[in-house]
C-alpha cells in the first residue's frame, strides 16, 4: 500500500506543530504503521530534538534534493521503535534550497516503502509552507484556543481552499479546560464554528509535554501516560481511518477526583 | 469567586469576546474586505439608493455575513415611514 502523506501546518508559529508531528509519528509507528517524519523547516530544525534523534543525523533534506547522498541515507532510523524514521531538515540552509517539486519527488520516492509520511511545516505562509503542502495528500491544521493562533489558522484553511489542497482538518493544541469552563478560553466548539472546519483531535495543555521535550521523549510512547498521550494516540487512529470519539478534557482537581469518585461508588 | 468577580463588575467571559473579535475580523479577513471599505461602500449605497427613494440613512447596516465558510454582504435598509417616491 503506498503511503498518505499528511502535512502539519498552521500558520502561527509555536502553536505545537512540531510537537504533534513528532507524537504522531511514535504513536503511528506504535501501531505498526511505517512512518517517516519529515522535517521540513529548514535552517530551524527542531523535530530531531523533540524525537532525541539529534545525535544520530548524517544527511538531510537538503543532501537529498542536492544529491550528496541518497534518501535511504538520510533516513534516521529510531532504535526505540523499528517502523520509525526522520528526515531532517538541513540547519545551515534556508528555505529557498527546498521547491514544491522537490518535495512531491521525495515524498513519491518514499511512498513505496512506508504507510504513513508526516511533514512537519515551518511556520508562516511563504515559501516554507508552499513546499510543505505541496505533496499533501491531506492537510492538518494545529490552532490554540487564542485570537492570534485561531485568525492564523483561518489564513491558512483560505489558501488551501484556493490551491484545491482538500479539506483540511483540524487540531486544537494546548487546551486548558479549566480556563474554558471559567470562560476564559475559547471553547472547542467556537473554534469549530469560526474556523468551519472538520475537527481531527484536541490536545489539552500539559506539563508533561516540555518534560518530554527536554528529554527527546515524546509522551506518545507512553500510551496512557497523561490525557496529551491519550489524545495523540486518538488522533493517530483516526488518520488511520478508525472512527474514535473525542475524550472528555475535564481536569480533575483533589475535589474533582473525590467527586467521581463518589459518583462512581468508589471503583 | 472568579464568577462572583464578574457578576459583579458585569464582565463578558473574556472567551466570549474572543469569539465575537474573532467572527467579525474573519469575515473581514475572507472578504478581503476592511472596515474602511465597508464604511465607504455604505456610504454610496445610501447616496444611490436616497437617489431614488427615502431611506432611514441613519440605520442603514452593511456587514460580512458568514455561514460555514462562504461570505456574503448584507445591506440592510430601512424605508423611512410614510416615504413618498422621490423625484416624479
Known amino acids: 500500500m503506498a503511503a498518505r502523506v499528511f502535512t502539519v501546518t498552521s500558520g502561527k508559529g509555536g502553536v ?3 510537537t504533534l508531528s513528532a507524537n504522531l509519528g511514535v504513536a503511528l509507528a506504535m501501531n505498526g504503521r511505517r512512518v517517516v517524519v519529515i522535517d521540513a523547516d529548514v535552517g530551524l530544525r527542531n523535530l530531531d530534538m523533540m524525537l532525541g534523534l539529534e545525535n544520530r543525523i548524517v544527511y538531510d ?3 537529498v534534493i542536492e544529491g550528496r547522498c541518497r534518501l535511504r541515507q538520510a533516513l534516521v532510523h529510531d532504535k526505540r521503535l523499528p517502523e520509525l524514521f526522520l528526515l531532517p531538515a538541513a540547519q ?3 528555505k529557498s534550497a527546498v521547491s514544491p517539486d522537490d ?8 511512498k513505496e516503502q512506508h504507510d504513513f509520511i508526516l511533514i512537519d511545516s515551518p511556520a508562516g505562509i511563504e515559501q516554507g509552507f508552499r513546499y510543505a503542502v505541496a505533496p499533501a495528500d491531506e492537510v492538518l491544521i494545529v490552532t490554540n484556543p487564542e485570537v492570534s493562533a485561531v485568525r492564523d489558522a483561518d489564513r491558512v484553511v483560505g489558501l488551501l481552499e484556493a490551491e484545491e489542497k482538500g479539506p483540511a482538518r483540524l487540531i486544537v493544541n494546548r487546551v486548558r479546560p479549566d480556563m474554558v469552563r471559567r470562560g476564559e478560553m475559547l471553547d472547542i466548539s467556537d473554534v469549530i464554528e469560526l474556523l468551519a472546519i472538520d475537527l481531527v483531535g484536541v490536545v489539552p495543555e500539559e506539563p508533561d509535554i516540555l518534560v518530554s521535550a527536554n528529554q527527546g521523549r515524546p509522551v506518545a510512547f507512553s500510551r496512557d501516560g497523561s490525557l496529551a498521550s491519550r489524545a495523540f494516540h486518538n488522533i493517530a487512529r483516526r488518520l488511520q481511518g478508525e472512527d474514535v470519539p ?3 478534557l475535564r481536569e480533575q482537581g483533589v475535589l474533582g477526583r473525590i467527586f467521581s469518585f463518589v459518583r462512581s461508588g468508589g471503583d | 469567586m472568579r464568577i462572583l468577580e464578574r457578576l459583579k463588575k458585569g464582565r ?17 479577513d475572507r472578504a478581503h474586505i476592511s472596515p474602511g471599505l465597508l464604511d465607504t461602500l455604505k456610504d454610496e449605497i445610501i447616496s444611490v439608493i ?3 427613494i427615502d431611506i432611514d440613512a441613519s440605520s442603514v447596516q452593511v456587514t460580512i455575513s458568514q455561514s460555514a465558510r462562504e461570505s456574503r454582504l448584507v445591506a440592510d435598509i430601512p424605508l423611512s415611514p410614510g416615504r413618498k417616491r422621490r423625484g416624479g
Do not use: N, W, Y
Open chain 2, 50 to 52: 436616497s437617489r431614488h
Open chain 1, 61 to 63: 533534506l537538503v543532501d
Open chain 1, 16 to 18: 505545537g506543530k512540531t
Open chain 1, 103 to 110: 518535495m512531491v519527488r521525495i515524498c513519491d520516492q518514499l
Open chain 2, 12 to 28: 463578558k467571559p473574556s472567551g466570549r469576546v474572543a469569539k465575537e473579535r474573532l467572527r467579525l475580523v474573519l469575515a473581514h
Open chain 1, 92 to 94: 545551515t540552509r534556508d
Open chain 1, 246 to 248: 473525542f475524550m472528555p
